[in-house]
């Protein structure tokens, strides 16, 4: 199937636009035999020699990223990457064994709202009520040690360990 000269895209034998971008049609016969075509180093698709863009992911093919010489296939490590490449070649990061990934200050801003809710963020519900319970206690006898244990409570939300 012919290709249009200008755009790339698919089009029918005879025409005389092509239907995506409206250039003349160069010519007759498969114009794909007059243009060379690569795979995209983003989405692996078909796209032209001279692409400058991806007509399928839209990405800038004048300057090559790191991610995507490490996205290249037949690329098993960051050696087989050109030299200039290879420091600042992407990686996935390290699989976790099963264990999330928790902020600190997202448990210590929501244990200042509601005493508890950091360690309950963290995986640590038990911790959590109970910071809960004693926060409300020590409100409930007096402001000053409700007030000591709440700071306590979001300290050791922002510091602590997550289960």
């Known amino acids: 199937m012919p290709f249009c000269g200008q755009c790339g895209a698919n089009q029918e034998s005879g025409l005389k636009f092509c239907p995506e971008c409206g250039a003349t049609a160069s ?30 992911c839209g990405e800038n093919l004048l300057t090559p ?24 070649a992407w990686s996935p990061p390290p699989a976790t064994s099963g264990t999330k990934q928790w902020n600190p200050g997202i448990a210590a801003v929501l244990s200042l709202f509601v005493p508890g809710a950091g360690q309950i963020y963290k995986g640590q519900i038990g ?24 700071i306590i409570c979001i300290y050791n939300a922002y510091n602590g360990e997550a289960e």
């Open 27 to 56: 010519g007759s016969g498969d114009t794909a035999a007059k243009h060379a075509t690569k795979k995209c180093p983003y989405c692996a698709e078909t796209i032209l020699q001279g692409a400058v863009k991806c007509r399928f």
């Open 65 to 88: 990223s790191p991610i995507a010489f490490a996205a290249a296939p037949g690329m098993s490590s960051s050696a087989d990457l050109p030299k200039f490449a290879q420091e600042f």
């Open 127 to 150: 911790r959590g009520l109970a910071w809960f319970a004693g926060t409300f206690i020590g409100y409930m006898a007096m402001v000053v040690p409700g007030i000591a244990v709440h």
